[in-house]
C-alpha cells in the first residue's frame, strides 16, 4: 500500500513589497499532524514537490495550543490559527490540497508572516489598560461581581491574533477602521470597577475617525474568532456607550 | 553621567513584572522579546497561582505552611530565604494582580474564588477559567505598554538575544542581539541586563513548552561565564496529550477540581473506558496516597504512571505510558471552570472530556534548574533583604536572572501553581535591587563607555554567524535536533540509568560532530528563521550535555531526578520488631543520602567541556524529612524518623532505649 501523503500549496514572498508565488509540498503523513508539524515537516526536508531545493516556508508560531495567536494564516480560503488546523479533518472536509497564504490585511514581511503590529499600536491608542496607582501594596482591591467576571473573563482572552480583522469587510487602508479587537479591549476595561476610570478617554477615540461607526454589522468577526469572543455584543455594548456619552456631553456643556 | 538604563531579555510574567516595576521607579527599559511578548510562554500556564489567603488561614493555613509545602516538595533542594519570602509575599502579589485587572474566578462577595493544586492540603489557587497565565500575562502587558506608550519602556520584538557585553573588569555592560526580520545585529547599552528567558523544554524535542523555549539565551549566558545550577532537573508533568508537533498540557486543575486518575484493572483491558464500571476501575493514586490523593506533587504521580504502566502492565495504550484522567463525574459549575482545557482537548483530540474520559502521557514541562544566582539572606525575617542587588544577580555582575530561567525557588520539584508565583515574585523582587545597583555602580554609566567595547563585542557574534552561514556539510539542523530530543527523552526524563545516559552523552558528542558538517538551506538576510534555528541548535547541544551530565553524576533520586538504581529499599517485612529496625536503616540512608546529595549541582562551562561541582543548601529553617507524602505503608518511615530526631534531641533517650 502506498504511504499516505500530504499535499500543500503555499503562496509564498520573499520580502515586503515583492511579489508572491505559489510552491507545492508533497511531505509524508503522520498522525495526528496539523498545518505546523506540516510546516515543521517541509522545513526539514528542504523540498518542492518537483524536488527542487528550497529555503523552509517561514512562519510565526509559539505556543501551538491556539492560545498566544502567533500562528494566524488563511488555510482553504479561511482565516484560521494553523495549529488547531488538523490534516485529518481539512483533507476529509475541505479537499485533498491543503492551500496556505498569508493575510491580507496586514503587511507581508517572508513568507507566511505579516506584520501585526498595527493591532497593538491600536491597544495603545485605545488605552486599554488599568490606570492603576502603581504597584506597591495597596491591600485588598476592590471586588469583582461573579457576573462582572463572567462577562470580562471572555473578553480578556483576546489573543490579538488578527482574524477578526482580516475577516471584517471594513477594514482597509482607506476606511482605517480599528476593527473589533481593539472596541472589544474597550468593552472589556470600561466594564471592569476601576479600569472605568478613563472609559470616556476610551470612547472618545472610539468616536473618532476609524472608529466604531464604520462597523458595517457583517458579523465576520463572531463567525472567525478562535476564542469565540461575544466581538458583536462588545461592539454594540461599547456603541450604545458612546451614544449615551455623546448625549451626556452634549447636555453638559 | 547619562541616563543610566535597563536592558531585559523576555517579555513573559518575570521579563514584565521586573520591567513595570522598573518604569515605576523611573528607570528607562529597552525589553527585547522573540515574540510580541504577550505571546511569551507564560501565556500556556493554565491551572493558576498560589497565595495563602483569608478562607485558608480560617482553616489553620499559614505563609510558612505555604513555605514548607514548598521546600518538602522540593525535596529541601531550595535554599529557603528565598523561599519563605516569596510565599510571605503571595497575598500581597495576587491582590496586585487582581488591582491591575486580571480576571480571576469569583466568590458571589467578589473576592478571588480558590481551587486545591498538587502537594498542597490547602486550597491556595486563584485562576481565571483554565487559562491563568493568559490572564495574568495580559494584564501585565497592559501595564507595560502604558509605559511604552510614556516613553520609559521600549519594546523590541522580534529580537534576539544573543550574548552579554562584559566589560573588562567583569561588569555585563549590555548585550547584543538581532532584529529576527531584517536580521540587522547590534549592541545595546545598559547598566544592567535582566534575562528572563524561561525554561528548555526544546532540548527534549516534544514537551509542553512553546516553540521558542530553547535554553539557548540561557546558555549564551552560561556561554559567557554564568553559572548554570541543578540543570538535571526537569519537570514531567503526569498529565499531557502527545500530538505530532507538541504535548499539550492538562492541567493539575482539572484533578484540582476533582478529576480522577485510574487505569482498568485488567491489563490489556479494551473496553471503551466509559463501559469499565467503578469496581474494575484502579483509581491507583487515590488508593496509594490516601491524603493527597490525585494532586500529589508531579514528580511522584509521574512516577506511579511509569510504574503502573512499565511494571505492572496497565497501559491504555500499548508500549506508552498513558492512563485516564478522568472529568465526566464532575459537575456542571466545574467543569466550567475547566473551559479552556477541556477545549483544547477536544480541538485536538476530538473527543470531548465531558462524555469520555481523557487519556493522557506524562510530558517534559518544567525547568527547575536555570541559571545560578544569589540572595540576600535577612537574617531577623529569614525572608530575603528588600532593595538588595544581589537579590537574582548572577555570578556576572550587573546581570540577573529571574523565572523559570533561575534556579531559586522550586528545588528539585516544583509545586503546580508555584511558577506564575515565583515568576512575578522574582521580576517584583529584581526591580529595587537594580535601583540600589544603579546608584551605586562603581563605573559610571554604560552610555558613557568607548564603543569598542560593543563594537568588539557585536563583530564577535557577526563572524560566528557567518560562520554558520557559510558552514558546507550533508547534515540538517531539523534532523539534529529531532535526534536530540529522542535522546535526551529516552534517559533524561522521567526514569533515568547511568548507562542510558551514556548512550545519550555519547550521541551528543556525535552531533556536536555532525553539527560542525551543517548546511543551511536558507541563505536569505532577511527573515532567516534557520539561521536563528542553527544557532539555538548549538546552544541546545551544549545545555543537553550539561543536563545529561549532571544527572548522570548524581547517583540519587530526589524529586524529580529518579533512578530506580539509587532508591533506598523501602521497609517491607512483615514481623514488627524487623520492620522497625528496617525503618530505622532507611533513614539512617536518608540522612546519608542528604549529606552527600543534598546539594546545588553547579555547572561552569569551560570551552572543552563543562565542569561541575556542588554547592551547600540552606535548609536552616525547616530541616529536611522524608518526602513520604503520606504513601500507604510508608508511616513506618514516618514514625521512625520521629523518633530519631527526638533522639537527636534528647541524646539520653536512645541510650536508655538500646539497654
Known sequence: MAERRVKLKIRRQNGPGQASYWQDFDIPYEAQMNVISCLQRIAEIGRTARGEKVAPVAWECSCLEEVCGACTMIINGRVRQSCTALVDRLTKEEGEVIRLEPMTKFPVVRDLIVDRSRMFADLTKVKAWNPVDGYYDLGHPAPVSPEEQEIGYPLSRCMTCGCCLEACPQVSEPSGFIGPAAINQVALHNTHPTSKAIASQ???????????????????????????????????????????????????? | ????????????????????????????????????????????AQGGINAVNHVTRALGDSEYKHFDDTVYGGAFLQHQPPVKEMCDWGERICDLMDRIGVMFNRTPEGHRDLRRFGGTLHKRTAFAGATTGQQLLYALDEQVRRWTAEGTVTLYEPWEFLGPVIDDRGYCRGVVAQDLHSMEMRAFRADAVVLATGGCGAVFGKSTNSILCTGAAGTRAFKAGARYANPEFIQ????????????????????????????????????????????ERWYFLEERYPQYGNLVPRDIATREIFDVCVN???????????????????????????????????????????????????????????????????DRTGGLTQASPRNHMTNIRGLFAIGEADYQYHGANRLGANSLLSCIFSGLLVAPGIDTWLHNLPAGSAADLPASLFDTAAAEHKTQENRLRNSRGPENPYTLHRELGQTMTASCTVVRYNRTIEQTLAKIDELNHRYQHLELSDDSQWTNQSLSFARA???????????????????????????????????????????????????????????????????????GGTTLSYEAVDTSLIPPRPRTYGLVGAEVIEQMWRTMQQEQDKPSARAHDAK
Open chain 2, 312 to 378: 505492572l502492565g496497565l497501559s491504555v495504550v500499548q508500549g506508552a505510558y498513558c492512563v485516564y484522567l478522568d472529568v465526566t463525574e464532575l459537575p456542571p459549575t466545574s467543569l466550567k471552570k475547566l473551559g479552556g482545557i477541556i477545549e483544547i482537548y477536544e480541538k485536538f483530540q476530538g473527543v470531548d472530556p465531558r462524555v469520555e474520559p481523557m487519556r493522557i502521557f506524562p510530558s517534559v514541562h518544567y525547568t527547575m534548574g536555570g541559571l545560578w544566582c544569589d540572595y540576600h539572606k535577612n
Open chain 2, 537 to 607: 541548535l548549538g546552544d541546545m547541544l551544549v545545555l543537553a550535555q550539561v543536563i545529561a551530565r549532571s544527572a548522570l553524576l548524581r547517583d540519587e533520586s530526589r524529586g524529580s531526578h529518579f533512578k530506580p538504581d539509587c532508591l533506598i529499599p523501602p521497609p517491607k517485612s512483615d514481623d514488627p520488631d524487623e520492620i522497625h529496625t528496617e525503618a530505622r536503616r532507611w533513614c539512617e540512608a536518608f540522612r546519608r543520602q542528604n549529606d552527600q546529595w543534598l546539594k546545588t549541582t553547579i555547572a561552569t562551562y569551560r570551552p
Open chain 2, 236 to 279: 514531567v508533568h503526569p498529565t499531557a496529550i502527545p500530538g505530532a508537533d507538541k504535548d499539550r498540557l492538562m492541567s493539575e486543575s482539572a484533578r484540582g477540581e476533582g478529576g480522577r486518575v485510574w487505569v482498568p484493572r485488567k491489563p490489556g483491558d479494551t473496553r471503551n473506558p466509559r463501559d469499565i464500571p467503578a469496581s
Open chain 2, 1 to 44: 553621567m547619562a541616563k543610566q538604563r535597563v536592558v531585559v531579555v523576555g517579555g513573559g510574567l518575570a521579563g514584565l513584572a521586573a520591567t513595570m516595576k522598573l518604569a515605576e521607579f523611573g528607570i528607562p527599559v529597552e525589553l527585547l522579546s522573540l515574540v510580541p511578548v504577550k505571546r511569551s510562554h507564560s501565556v500556556c
Open chain 1, 202 to 253: 476610551r470612547l472618545e477615540v472610539l468616536m473618532g475617525p476609524g472608529g466604531l461607526s464604520s462597523c458595517g454589522n457583517a458579523q465576520n468577526c463572531v463567525k472567525v474568532c478562535p476564542k469565540e469572543i461575544p466581538l458583536t455584543e462588545s461592539i454594540a455594548r461599547t456603541g450604545r456607550a458612546i451614544t449615551t456619552y455623546a448625549c451626556r456631553k452634549f447636555f453638559d456643556r
